[in-house]
């Protein structure tokens, strides 16, 4: 690729914090054999109560340093980021970046993933209620509502913001601590409808706490995952890109702009394995 000849190429996943490695563990597992560089903003987490401009500022300054790493591709596994700077980033900012240094790069993001497979679940009649659970800032920015109906004009959409969750996961919470806001969540949604017809957990952090969700949610509730959808997508984009393929040797780097090791003990227990970070 011009501009990176002699560069070993990797495949970026940047998230705000700890949340992304939901998304990267499932990339991983759909493709083994490509090389990862996953980069945690964990000083600034976490992003769903921040300005958009801060949300943007931060997102470019991550994605510069991906860049540094050799990454011509970056899966953006931040809900936050992917509302409020996806956009901007790939109509304005990539095509500077391109110009300035001859690099074709690209960011894709994890919403219409996880649109796209909530819409063409089969289980979803018409008039059926979709729940979704998220951060403040992606509440307030609509974009679930507005590009689930654009594709499924049929469908209800309800939204819960959970302000102080994502932040809690990142400090390394106790889990009654975790727990409880889950449950004051879900049954500030459930007095909105009482039955939704599926959820999705709209911020990576959530699925690493999924088991909270279920309990207090109706029984038989199916939740749409992020991760599954956004790594069949990656599989696609790969196949319909070659042009972005990255390594073959399965290498894998984890980097951290800074985080309290308090919340190691869940995020290797999700994982599967210690992980080590290194400082970005």
Not at 78 to 90: D, E, K, Y
Not at 145 to 162: F, G, H, T, Y
Request: aromatic share 8%; with cysteine.
């Amino acid at each position: 690729m011009p501009g990176l000849v002699g560069v070993e190429l990797l495949i970026g996943v940047f998230d705000s914090g700890f949340g992304g490695l939901t998304v990267h563990r499932a990339l991983v597992d759909a493709l083994p054999d490509r090389d990862f560089v996953y980069l945690g903003d964990n000083r600034n987490a976490p992003y769903g109560m921040r300005s958009p401009i801060d949300v943007l500022n931060l997102t470019c300054a991550g994605l510069e340093r991906l860049f540094s790493e050799g990454c011509t591709l970056v899966i953006l596994a931040c809900n936050t980021a992917s509302v409020v700077a996806l956009r901007w980033i790939q109509q304005q900012w990539l095509p500077v970046r391109c110009r300035e240094d001859g690099v074709q790069r690209n960011v894709i993001g994890i919403v219409a993933p996880t649109i796209e497979a909530a819409t063409a679940a089969s289980t979803l009649k018409p008039a059926s209620t979709i729940a979704i659970f998220a951060t403040r800032r992606t509440v307030e920015s609509d974009c679930y509502p507005i590009e689930i109906r654009k594709r499924r004009a049929d469908l209800a959409v309800v939204q819960q913001s959970c302000e102080l969750l994502a932040g809690a996961i990142e400090e390394g919470a106790k889990r009654t601590k975790i727990d409880s806001l889950v449950r004051q969540y879900v049954a500030e949604l459930l007095a909105k409808v009482a039955t939704p017809d599926c959820a999705i957990l709209g911020c990576t952090h959530y699925p690493l706490v999924a088991d909270a969700f279920a309990a207090p949610l109706p029984s038989g509730i199916p939740i749409i995952h992020q991760p599954v959808a956004t790594a069949t997508a990656l599989q696609s984009y790969l196949h319909r890109h070659p042009e972005y393929d990255a390594g073959r040797a399965g290498r894998r780097l984890f980097l951290s702009t800074g985080f309290s090791s308090h919340a190691l003990p869940l995020i290797e227990k999700f994982w599967g394995e210690k992980l080590a970070f290194e400082q970005a």
